[in-house]
Nanobody, 126 residues
C-alpha cells in the first residue's frame, strides 16, 4: 500500500483547505485511515479517522465541527476538508493506514499505523 498526501498550503485564518490522500495497492474495507498532524516541537497527533468502508468517522475535539473526513472509493482517495482554519492548525499533515480488522476507533498511537503518506504542510496565518 502506498499513500500520497497533497493539498496543503498557506491560508489566512478562517480560510479552508482540502487535503487528499490517494491510496494505491490492496486496501480492505476494514482498514482505518487516519489523518495526523505534527507541529514543530509537538508529537504527532491524530485529528480524524475513517473506516475505508466509509461507515465510521471520528474527529479530535480540537477540529470537531470544522473538519470533515470523507472518501471516494472510485478514486481510492480520502479527503480532509478543513474549514474555519486557525493558526494553531498549522502543522505537517499526514495520512496513514491502520491495516487489519481493528475494532472501530480513532487510534492515536502513530506507531500502530503501518502505511504513511509523505506529509503536506498546512500554514495558517493570523
Amino acid at each position: 500500500v502506498q499513500l500520497q498526501a497533497s493539498g496543503g498550503g498557506l491560508v489566512q485564518a478562517g480560510g479552508s483547505l482540502r487535503l487528499s490522500c490517494a491510496a494505491s495497492g490492496r486496501i480492505f474495507s476494514s482498514y482505518i485511515v487516519g489523518w495526523f498532524r505534527q507541529a514543530p516541537g509537538n508529537e504527532r497527533e491524530v485529528v480524524s479517522a475513517i473506516r475505508w468502508s466509509g461507515l465510521n468517522t471520528a474527529y479530535a475535539d480540537s477540529v470537531k465541527g470544522r473538519f470533515t473526513i470523507s472518501r471516494d472509493n472510485a478514486r481510492n482517495t480520502v479527503y480532509l476538508q478543513m474549514n474555519s482554519l486557525k493558526p494553531e492548525d498549522t502543522a505537517v499533515y499526514y495520512c496513514a493506514i491502520l491495516g487489519g480488522s481493528y475494532v472501530w476507533g480513532m487510534y492515536s498511537n502513530a506507531r500502530a499505523y503501518e502505511y504513511w503518506g509523505q506529509g503536506t504542510q498546512v500554514t495558517v496565518s493570523s
